[in-house]
């Protein structure tokens, strides 16, 4: 289990590494924070997890940067000011109840199942509405525009795990090491989904060489 998540560790780095690449897009600029933050995170998991120390509170705090992140990258790509500014105010909306949820409902030493799914269900929302209203370049193949990968990547990452994870918590109790490798082999699988995609949206984009750090 552990060589699985090992390989969607590198493929996340190596996503990031591309990222850099290209950071005279905007979208790719907040990607490649998200990027930065995922792996910030999954180090924290690592060195928490050799000392037996509880790290979900980790993930409970990332889940808030994720959504914001992912949403503000979804909506540069929108035009309709109505929906720009909806999916502005839920970012105030999630960071609220997220933070509720960890301080009066779900406690940091457990999974943030509940946030993690109202995530995940919003996310998908904007996922929709991103590619019913994505700018049709009738000379160029959607399969070129960077922002479709983007959004097909998230879509579908969140759509294969908000089922699981939304239970997560409760197969912990009476099935810890079934859940464990459930979770391991479903998030990975996922996750090599995500970050493939997000390489090949990112390297739909035109490189330039005074975009180097």
């Given at each position: 289990?552990?060589?699985?998540?090992?390989?969607?560790?590198?493929?996340?780095?190596?996503?990031?590494?591309?990222?850099?690449?290209?950071?005279?897009?905007?979208?790719?600029?907040?990607?490649?924070?998200?990027?930065?933050?995922?792996?910030?995170?999954?180090?924290?998991?690592?060195?928490?997890?050799?000392?037996?120390?509880?790290?979900?509170?980790?993930?409970?705090?990332?889940?808030?940067?994720?959504?914001?992140?992912?949403?503000?990258?979804?909506?540069?790509?929108?035009?309709?000011?109505?929906?720009?500014?909806?999916?502005?105010?839920?970012?105030?909306?999630?960071?609220?109840?997220?933070?509720?949820i960890s301080l009066f409902v779900q406690e940091f030493?457990?999974?943030?199942?509940?946030?993690?799914?109202?995530?995940?269900?919003?996310?998908?929302?904007?996922?929709?509405?991103?590619?019913?209203?994505?700018?049709?370049?009738?000379?160029?193949?959607?399969?070129?525009?960077?922002?479709?990968?983007?959004?097909?990547?998230?879509?579908?990452?969140?759509?294969?795990?908000?089922?699981?994870?939304?239970?997560?918590?409760?197969?912990?109790?009476?099935?810890?090491?079934?859940?464990?490798?459930?979770?391991?082999?479903?998030?990975?699988?996922?996750?090599?989904?995500?970050?493939?995609?997000?390489?090949?949206?990112?390297?739909?984009?035109?490189?330039?060489?005074?975009?180097?750090?």
């Amino acid at each position: 289990m552990f060589k699985l998540v090992y390989v969607y560790y590198l493929l996340m780095f190596f996503c990031f590494i591309t990222s850099l690449f290209y950071l005279h897009d905007k979208k790719v600029q907040i990607l490649s924070m998200l990027l930065f933050f995922s792996i910030v995170t999954e180090i924290g998991v690592e060195v928490m997890g050799v000392y037996s120390i509880n790290y979900f509170v980790l993930y409970h705090f990332f889940t808030i940067a994720e959504y914001a992140l992912i949403t503000l990258l979804l909506r540069d790509g929108i035009n309709v000011v109505f929906i720009r500014k909806i999916m502005g105010y839920s970012i105030i909306f999630f960071t609220g109840v997220s933070l509720f949820i960890s301080l009066f409902v779900q406690e940091f030493e457990q999974f943030p199942t509940i946030s993690n799914s109202i995530e995940g269900l919003l996310v998908i929302t904007w996922c929709m509405l991103a590619l019913w209203l994505i700018d049709a370049d009738y000379e160029t193949s959607i399969f070129q525009q960077p922002v479709f990968w983007f959004i097909i990547s998230f879509l579908i990452y969140f759509a294969g795990t908000i089922s699981f994870n939304a239970i997560y918590n409760y197969l912990l109790k009476d099935k810890t090491e079934t859940a464990r490798k459930l979770f391991s082999i479903i998030n990975s699988v996922c996750n090599y989904l995500l970050y493939s995609l997000l390489i090949i949206g990112i390297s739909r984009n035109k490189w330039k060489k005074s975009s180097l750090p």
